[in-house]
């Protein structure tokens, strides 16, 4: 399997999303298959994390 990096940057209200604690998602690709080991990056706040195996990942604010 080739390697997928997926940088998603969230501009628009980050700070409100982690008012709530934790932003939780699944990265998949065009196919709308699930994206092991996929970076998720909120550039504003300079948090990231990499999806698990199943494409899932979670931030805590």
């Known amino acids: 399997m080739g390697k997928y990096t997926l940088f998603i940057g969230l501009f628009i209200y ?17 196919n709308n298959q699930p994206l092991p080991g996929a970076n998720v990056l909120v550039v504003e706040l300079n948090k990231g994390t990499a999806t698990d195996g199943q494409g899932h990942f979670q931030l805590r604010g």
């Open 14 to 30: 980050a700070q409100f999303v982690f008012s709530h604690h934790a932003l939780i998602g699944t990265v998949v690709d065009e």
